[in-house]
């Protein structure tokens, strides 16, 4: 197996990317306030970027640098902006969220990148160091998207989340396999776009009819509920004329 | 220009048409107009590809086979003849005040944009663009859920988002591992390697581990589409909250989206590994899903939650039917398809009447459909029948096809199917006896019902159980060829 000094500075480069990538997902994991977030998950957009041109760059593949543009475009600028600009909007901008165990949250998250390790690992016969660790790394980028969803309890919070499990899922196709077909790229670009901007529609749908951007408020529909208190629901249904 | 371009382009153009007049009372109308032209060219393609077989779009964009069409055409059917029903049903809404202008024109825009997301995901060749259609799919439907914007709807809007959202992701990392496969066989700086039909011919030469490792996360991201038990926790919530007619075509037809996609990535992996894992898989997850989804029909409350899971019931039950692969489980999977989309939107269109007729969807409170207005109770009871596998209708056919292949080939399994069947009949007509024949409540008054598409609907899956026409037979058996690679018949 190679040292990593051995490895071209390239590579090098890559995996101290990734690296940097890993570490805004454990800053956003861990982080209760809210613009903090939203800046954070802008710096991973930016680093993602920065890969991007690097391996436009060296590997010459010129369609990646139109990615590289649309990644600084939606993901430094404008989905940050729409989040930040909801965030003032709705006047949750300096709220901080109480993690429930924190110590606990990221100890599970360092759990998921070694289980992420151990997932990379049938892919590591077919390639070098370099690209092990990045898809071991996006692998685990996905899932602490996954854990911040779950531990999260502010909308907001829960759509960073969202976003973030498409930044690794974005920088597994920009190291492993040179970006995906540009229609691809394109089409995705736009379905995060859309999604963003359908984010934005639902805080404030929510924040309408709930009061909060708590998803824990969210509790109406579940089979649990609807069994424990049936003759309350009726009642209202009565209610009406 | 193709007749499929022709298909695809003209749900296209009618949602954008409709994004500037949709609220009119006219926007009904153009949106059956679109429906049904999109219906006739399909049906013009699906002839096509019948009498000259599979055709690859130039530049490979597309790729039609005996499979999808008879899928796209299905889509375009069900789309077409929902509309129908939609136009009258939502002009109700509006008048009865859940809706506003603006809303509707949402609705009707959606609608179309809904349907072209959905045929291009059936229709495309790249594996890539089924993904962004499949998540279009999602992101054009998030909001009609959220439609009536009462606090459950926008609940169940942000369930379905979040969870579709989060699912489909794993599916788009499942993608980039099959193309990861690709590249690393057939050289990078091609732009083709993610094509179905080039993948296809080598799959047998694609890295096992990485294949397998792909379709685990391809399983669980459209299995979260598909509706399978564990994931499945958004269907019953979007598909009651949202407009009747968006529950008959998310329940007939997106769901069948996803599981096509499902099983066309299912044809890669099995080349590649030359074993039975990915068959294992969609077995185990579609026979949990099927037993767990009978169970929880048992205590629903709301009618088109029970329906819901209906749904889901019967997506299990075609997912295990795909898995168990052979050519005789393979037709009967694709038979239930049909007859399961068939059936299932006629039911939802019944169980919007039905809903607007007691002015509630709460079980308990809908009594005596056939004492007030016999066609929708009659209606809600024949299709209820059909969906619960009852002959002559064709769920039975297809049902009795699967069990038939159980019996081949893992005989067990047989006895959970059985009684699945049997929890899944009773769940239902607990609920559905009191609902059609029970007393109705004092000055409940028929409503104006356009039960023509539920007839329609019905009279084919009646049709489907009695004789299966020679030209579909031959049709599914192409199909059945394509992805088994053997013919039932």
């Not at chain 1, 995996?15 to 861990?30: D, K, P």
């Not at chain 2, 129908?84 to 005040?97: A, D, L, T």
């Not at chain 2, 185990?284 to 169970?295: E, Q």
């Not at chain 2, 009594?367 to 016999?374: M, S, V, Y």
Request: hydrophobic share 55%; net charge neutral; proline share 5%.
């Amino acid at each position: 197996m190679t040292e990593l000094s051995q490895l071209s500075l390239y590579n090098q480069a890559i995996i101290l990317f990734a690296a940097l990538v890993l570490f805004t997902s454990f800053i956003m994991l861990a982080q209760a306030r809210m613009l903090p977030m939203i800046f954070a998950f802008a710096w991973q957009g930016m680093l993602l970027a920065v890969v991007t041109a690097l391996v436009a760059l060296v590997s010459g593949h010129p369609h990646l640098y139109i990615s590289a543009a649309l990644t600084v475009a939606l993901k430094v600028f404008l989905i940050p902006w729409l989040l930040y600009r909801l965030a003032v909007k709705l006047n949750i901008h300096l709220e901080a969220e109480a993690i429930k165990y924190p110590s606990l949250l990221l100890l599970a998250g360092a759990g998921l990148v070694i289980f992420s390790y151990y997932v990379a690992l049938p892919i590591v016969h077919l390639s070098g160091l370099a690209t092990r660790n990045t898809i071991a790394v996006s692998i685990a980028v996905v899932l602490l998207g996954m854990l911040l969803m779950i531990a999260r309890k502010k909308a907001v919070a829960q759509v960073i989340g969202f976003m973030s499990i498409e930044n690794g899922l974005f920088f597994s196709a920009v190291v492993s396999t040179y970006g995906m077909p540009l229609i691809v790229e394109l089409g995705v670009a736009f379905d995060v776009l859309v999604a963003a901007i359908l984010f934005g529609v639902f805080f404030f749908h929510m924040s309408e009819s709930f009061d909060s951007l708590d998803v824990d408020r969210l509790t109406r529909l579940s089979e649990v509920h609807e069994s424990l208190f049936p003759p309350e629901e009726g009642a209202s249904e009565e209610e009406r004329p | 220009m193709t007749l499929l371009d022709i298909t695809l382009l003209s749900p296209l153009i009618g949602g954008l048409l409709l994004v500037i007049i949709g609220h009119r009372p006219i926007g009904g109308w153009i949106n059956v107009v679109v429906g049904a032209f999109t219906f006739v060219t399909s049906l013009a393609m699906a002839l096509d590809v019948f009498a000259h077989g599979p055709t690859l779009s130039s530049g490979r964009m597309f790729y039609i086979d005996a499979f999808n069409v008879y899928l796209v055409t299905l889509t375009a059917f069900v789309g077409f003849t929902t509309s129908i029903f939609s136009r009258p049903y939502m002009r109700h809404e509006v008048e009865r005040g859940r809706l506003s202008d603006g809303r509707l024109r949402l609705y009707h825009s959606m609608y179309q944009g809904f349907q072209f997301a959905m045929l291009l995901a059936l229709s495309t060749n790249n594996l890539g663009v089924l993904w962004v259609a499949m998540e279009a799919a999602t992101l054009t439907t998030v909001l009609l859920v959220s439609l009536y914007r009462t606090p459950e709807s926008i609940e169940a809007a942000w369930k379905y988002f979040i969870l579709c959202g989060v699912g489909i992701a794993q599916a788009l990392f499942g993608t980039v591992l099959v193309y990861f496969a690709a590249e690393q066989k057939l050289g990078g700086g091609r732009d083709d390697t993610l094509l179905w039909t080039v993948l296809h011919d080598s799959a047998a030469s694609l890295d096992p581990t990485v294949l397998s490792l792909a379709f685990v996360f391809l399983l669980v991201g459209y299995g979260t589409k598909v509706g399978l038990v564990p994931l499945h926790a958004w269907l019953p919530d979007a598909h009651s909250e949202g407009p009747t007619p968006m529950s008959a075509v998310l329940s007939g037809l997106l769901l069948n989206v996803a599981l096509y996609a499902l099983v066309r990535l299912k044809m890669l992996v099995d080349a590649s590994l030359q074993t039975h894992l990915a068959g294992y898989l969609m077995m185990g997850f579609g026979l949990v899903s099927f037993m767990v989804a009978g169970l929880f029909l048992h205590r629903q409350h709301d009618i088109k939650r029970m329906y819901s899971y209906s749904s889901i019931e019967h997506m299990g039950l075609m997912t295990y039917a795909f898995g168990l692969g052979g050519p005789l489980a393979t037709f009967g999977a694709l038979l239930h398809m049909t007859v399961h989309s068939l059936t299932k939107s006629a039911i939802f269109i019944t169980v919007g009447h039905a809903s607007q007729l007691a002015g509630t969807q709460r079980i308990d409170k809908i009594r005596g459909l056939i004492k007030t207005q016999p066609a929708i109770g009659w209606g809600l009871l024949i299709g209820t029948v059909a969906i619960a596998g009852f002959p002559p209708f064709g769920v039975f056919t297809s049902e009795f096809l699967l069990l038939t292949a159980t019996m081949k080939s893992w005989p067990w399994l047989a006895v959970p199917l059985l009684v699945g069947f049997g929890v899944a009949f009773a769940g239902l007509f607990r609920h559905l006896h009191p609902m059609v024949y029970g007393e109705p409540p004092p000055g409940q008054q028929p409503v104006q019902a356009n039960m023509i598409p539920v007839m329609v609907h019905l009279a084919l899956v009646l049709w489907l159980g009695l004789s299966i026409p020679s030209f579909l037979a031959r049709w599914f058996e192409q199909a059945t060829v394509l992805i088994s690679g053997g013919s039932p018949l």
